[in-house]
């Protein structure tokens, strides 16, 4: 197995079941986590330095802060519903009290924070939603936290790849600080497969191919991402979702396509231009 990849364990008896910490992946910025929590089960945790979104991937909870409480947030059950996701933003020097009222899945995302904003509430008529790409590189965005809401160094976004699609397409990369052309942001992919015995393919490479890496991708795995372009591939009868996180210096989104394989976007869009005036 490829060491991009995190497998899903089963959970512990906090409910995790996978873990990407900045130790573990060799970085500065990004943590993620997902816990599998049975109803009534309770997740309590202080952010410390690190500022939290907390996202509900699927199932209903109470989520409790230092100054906040929501009860009874959440309503899909499976993310293949495509309805956008409720999350909260917690600061640094907070905590979180996650309480399951059903079974839970949940992601919790972690990078530096300044305690700059306060906790809310994300819901789902928060979630910018759009179709990205054209033809058999479209797929469907949630924008959980944009560079355009408030946070100190969090983006998160989910993004639903039809079976046949390829997405995160062109190949892009941003691992250059060097704005405003190309951000450094360090990346982690949750992919989750409809049906679930199914995969995704994820190529992982730099320009000097100094890394290479093609992946098989499961259901329940988390591939990080140190540098370079990361396409991912929907086989045909596979439905691939996938939650990212990022996060670096500076909090904005500049990548730089590969330059081997740019065209297509430009010839995907012009075609569908075309076939929309037909």
Request: aromatic residues 10%; charged residues 25%.
């Amino acid at each position: 197995m490829s060491k991009l990849i995190v497998p899903s364990r089963k959970p512990n008896e906090e409910g995790k079941v996978l873990s990407v910490t900045p130790e573990s992946a060799g970085w500065k910025y990004v943590g993620f986590e997902v816990y599998a929590l049975q109803e009534g089960q309770t997740l309590k945790r202080e952010t410390g330095d690190q500022e939290v979104c907390v996202v509900l991937l699927a199932g209903k909870s109470h989520i409790t802060t230092q100054n906040e409480k929501w009860e009874n947030i959440g309503q899909r059950m499976n993310v293949f519903e495509k309805t956008p996701p409720y999350s909260v933003y917690i600061p640094t020097g907070d905590f979180y009290e996650v309480e399951a009222v059903t079974d839970l899945e949940l992601a919790v995302c972690s990078a530096p924070g300044k305690g700059t904003h306060p906790a809310r509430l994300i819901a789902p008529e928060d979630v910018g939603v759009e179709m990205r790409g054209a033809g058999n590189i479209e797929r469907r965005i949630h924008n959980i936290l944009p560079e355009q809401k408030p946070a100190d160094s969090l983006l998160v976004v989910e993004v639903f790849t039809p079976e046949g699609n390829w997405s995160s397409y062109p190949p892009h990369k941003h691992d250059q600080d060097h704005l405003p052309h190309e951000s450094y942001l360090e990346e982690t992919y949750y992919h989750r497969v409809n049906p679930d015995h199914g995969f995704a393919v994820q190529r992982v490479y730099t320009d000097d191919r100094s890394l290479d890496e093609t992946m098989i991708v499961k259901n329940g795995d988390a591939v990080w991402v140190p540098k370079g372009y990361h396409p991912v591939s929907a086989p045909p009868g596979y439905e691939i979702y996938y939650l990212n996180v990022m996060a670096g210096p500076v909090r904005t989104w500049k990548f730089h396509n590969d330059p081997d394989h740019e065209w297509v976007m430009e010839r995907k869009l012009a075609t569908k231009q075309f076939s929309q005036k037909g």
